[in-house]
């Protein structure tokens, strides 16, 4: 009987799982990720014995699942903070001045130019239409003949590159923001 279940259980996750990680990048767009998310609804899947529900059970309760487990990763992504009670060890690397002038520092304008400099074109081009253009996914999907979720996907990916640079410029987190806000609420 063990040995039937494991071979069932075999079968199905060769069906699936590549539609299942597809799924789950459409979500996350990172494929390490997508991956990780799949393979452990597969484990928590053998472990509750889900693996023997009929097939068309099965199907919709792991394509749930997937879409569940990205949401929730993305909300745990997007909710990553530290607090400096938690981790003083942050608190005493925090820099207690801020340079700005400097020879060898990047003014905030460079720094933002740096970081939309680390997009891709078209992403950068998106990005520059949605936020400083005050266009809607659908407009600018018309306007360059793509598709509405390739425009999301793009943004996101956008966001996460952005974010990868201000988390490794984090000395002027502060000022880019102020810039970016202020060309969002002031587009020339």
């Known amino acids: ?13 060769q069906k699936h799982y590549p ?10 767009s990172d494929r ?20 023997t529900l009929p097939e068309q059970e099965f199907v ?8 569940n487990s990205c949401i929730s990763f993305l909300r745990k992504k997007q909710h990553h903070t530290i607090s400096l009670e938690e981790n003083p060890s942050v608190a005493n690397s925090m820099p207690e001045e801020i340079p700005i002038e400097g020879p060898e520092n ?6 933002l130019q740096a970081a939309l400099a680390t997009l891709p074109p078209k992403c950068k081009d998106i990005f520059l239409m949605a936020k400083l253009r005050q266009m809607k996914y659908r407009d600018i999907a018309n306007e ?6 390739t425009i999301e996907n793009q943004m996101t990916k956008a966001i996460r590159l952005l974010r990868t640079y201000v988390a490794e410029n ?14 969002i ?4």
Not at 144 to 149: A, G, H, Y
Request: net charge neutral; glycine share 2%; charged share 30%.
């Open 1 to 13: 009987m063990k040995n039937d279940r494991k071979e069932i259980f075999k079968v199905r996750f």
């Open 19 to 28: 539609r299942l990680c597809n799924i789950a990048y459409g979500y996350v």
């Open 32 to 51: 390490d990720d997508s991956e990780d998310i799949v393979q452990d609804i597969f484990i928590q899947i053998w472990n509750k014995g889900k693996d």
């Open 60 to 67: 919709a309760y792991i394509t749930t699942s997937v879409k």
């Open 106 to 111: 990047k003014s905030p304008e460079e720094h």
């Open 144 to 149: 360059l003949n793509l598709s509405e979720k």
């Open 170 to 183: 984090s000395v002027f987190l502060i000022l880019v923001i102020a810039i970016v806000l202020t060309l």
């Open 185 to 188: 609420e002031n587009p020339k």
